[in-house]
């Protein structure tokens, strides 16, 4: 991305709802509605597969959008929980973004792997509309996500709560060709300073600025360069949620029933090995996207530790397995804690946490709110599926923690510990899921 200044603008900039034309809100951002903000936790362009990225606006105006390709790379784990000294390090972060101009009405497809609109008629079929998945300013990295969101001419977030969003991820996803699975973008609503949610009314003009986090400054930031920041606190856009849920047949399964299925051959994954899933494996793969993300050309690391639970079909807990993540996150859970010799029965389901454990995954490691995705297949790569995982809710941030930085901000205005905005109503943004960029006019891949 090329660096542009603008004046000398070093405090960030919260978003300024200025269109008219937004919905009702929702409590938190799901994969059923339209909003302002979209995000695709995953983007496939591995050998063999491509992505196609539909996003459509469902309004008689027209937009301007801004979107993010992401990835990170993998981050080490501090298992044996003695000093936290080697979790979290390691792991690189890999950024582009690009913009464009949908008009009323309009639906456009392009391929992940080469930016090029899809189709022959409209203006901008057979356009490259967006940089090639995979070919970052920082390295090569051929999995991650997407973000988009509503902006203005000046590329500032406005609400426009009519966007949505269908990925398709085709070709050899799990190592057999002829495969495909498709999943709806997480979306969240913008909410303008005329209404109000849970009794805490929506961003004015006057909430601009975003204050320093507790625990310094909560973004890196560019001399000379404006930071934007989309804030995932009830005020600005949906809150996000910050555990998830998503149920799955065990690999390895035997036995059982499904119709006329009396081995489990049709519905069992298969068991995956590190070896497998390079380029492809079998098996389960999650994929998570923080929404705590800071994507400005100086950004600022968030990770966390995931917390695994597994149920099985008897109510029998499986605790214990956790994994360091960067702001993106893929694994494929074919290891033992999935398998059928551990969860004993042919379905269950997890739940993943995020958590601030510094000694697990290094002094930077933070609770945040996230989204996700998961796909499986079985034996060979055949009969792929997936969907979106579920959020079960989103929770206070502790305001005594300085590694809870995401959550509902209604806490107690008496523990606060440094004033904030409608502090006295118990609200304060420093601690908010926020994405910030810089929405500088020389960012955009293309206008």
């Not at 967006?130 to 001419?153: L, N, R, S």
């Not at 956790?322 to 004993?344: H, I, K, M």
């Not at 997936?386 to 923690?401: E, F, W």
Request: with cysteine; net charge neutral.
């Amino acid at each position: 991305m090329k660096r542009k200044t603008i004046g000398r603008v070093t405090a960030a900039v919260a978003i300024g709802l200025l269109s008219t034309t937004a919905l009702a809100a929702t409590q938190m951002g799901n994969n059923s509605n339209k909003g302002s903000l979209l995000i695709a936790p995953r983007v496939d362009v591995r050998a063999g597969v491509d992505t196609l990225i539909t996003l459509v606006n469902d309004s008689s105006t027209a937009v301007n959008v801004k979107c993010y390709y992401r990835s990170s790379s993998p981050v080490t784990t501090n298992f044996n929980g003695v000093g936290g000294s080697g979790g979290g390090s390691g792991g690189n972060k890999y950024t582009v973004d690009f913009g464009f101009r949908l008009t009323h009405n309009q639906a456009i497809t392009w391929s992940a792997s080469g930016g090029t609109v899809l189709g022959t008629s409209g203006a901008v079929a057979g356009t490259a509309i967006a940089p090639p998945f995979g070919t970052f300013p920082q390295g090569t990295a051929t999995t991650g996500e997407i973000k988009c969101w509503a902006v203005d001419g000046s590329n500032l977030p406005v609400a426009h709560n009519h966007l949505f969003m269908d990925v398709s991820i085709v070709g050899a996803p799990f190592g057999a060709a002829g495969q495909a699975w498709e999943y709806m973008a997480w979306a969240f609503q913008a909410i303008p300073s005329t209404q109000s949610v849970n009794g805490i009314s929506g961003r004015t003009a006057a909430e601009q600025v975003v204050p320093p986090n507790q625990n310094g400054a909560l973004f890196g930031t560019v001399p000379g360069e404006a930071i934007a920041a989309l804030l995932l606190d009830g005020r600005s856009y949906d809150y996000c949620p910050n555990i998830l849920l998503g149920a799955f047949q065990p690999t390895g399964t035997t036995g059982g029933t499904l119709g006329t299925d009396t081995t489990g051959a049709l519905y069992a994954p298969a068991v995956a090995t590190p070896a497998a899933i390079a380029p492809a494996g079998t098996g389960i793969n999650i994929s998570l996207a923080s929404c705590m993300q800071d994507l400005t050309e100086s950004p600022t690391r968030f990770i966390t530790k995931y917390l695994y639970t597994i149920w099985n079909q008897d109510e029998a807990q499986r605790t214990g397995w956790f994994e360091c993540a960067d702001s993106w996150y893929e694994s494929y859970l074919g290891f033992s804690p999935f398998t059928f010799g551990n969860v004993g029965t042919q379905t269950g389901y997890f739940r993943i946490e995020s958590v601030g454990d510094v000694t697990a995954c290094g002094s930077t490691a933070r609770h945040f709110g996230f989204v996700g995705v998961k796909s499986s297949a079985n034996a060979g790569g055949t009969f792929v599926r997936g969907t979106n995982l579920v959020g079960r809710g989103t929770v206070g941030a502790n305001p005594n923690d300085p590694n809870d930085n995401c959550g509902t901000n209604l806490v107690s205005a008496a523990s606060l510990t440094q004033g904030g905005v409608n502090a006295s109503a118990g609200y304060d943004p420093t601690r908010a899921c926020a994405i910030t960029y810089n929405p500088g006019p020389g960012d955009s891949f293309k206008k």
